[in-house]
Nanobody
Framework: QVQLVESGGGLVQPGGSLRLSCAASGSLFSILPKGWYRQAPGNSRELVAISSGGTTTYADSVKGRFTITRDNAKNTLYLQMNNLQPEDTAVYYC??????????WGQGTQVTVSS
């Protein structure tokens, strides 16, 4: 079964950094990862960053702190998160699209920012 798999979450102190990764499992190039979203408890899922067609888009709340990149050879999408703050605490999800246009979501990875 093809799916997206996120990794790299964890517990970090305020001001710390984490790097999230997202890749397709099952068939490496079956899904093109395109964006990162997050969902905090009690909140709806929100956009964090998108990388598509050479263009990147960031939520205002993460601009200057988060960077989205991709490794095309590995078909892997990354999210470098610097200067993390408690309000960044959430489950982070990757989404991507197959060649047929079907959208997929990963299972999510927990990021907790706390002292």
């Amino acid at each position: 079964q093809v799916q997206l798999v996120e990794s790299g979450g964890g517990l970090v102190q305020p001001g710390g950094s984490l790097r999230l990764s997202c890749a397709a499992s099952g068939s490496l190039f079956s899904i093109l990862p395109k964006g990162w979203y997050r969902q905090a408890p009690g909140n709806s899922r929100e956009l964090v960053a998108i990388s598509s067609g050479g263009t990147t888009t960031y939520a205002d709340s993460v601009k200057g702190r988060f960077t989205i990149t991709r490794d095309n050879a590995k078909n892997t999408l990354y999210l470098q998160m610097n200067n993390l703050q408690p309000e960044d605490t959430a489950v982070y999800y990757c989404n991507g699209q197959s060649a047929r246009g079907t959208w997929y979501w990963g299972q999510g990875t927990q990021v907790t920012v706390s002292s």
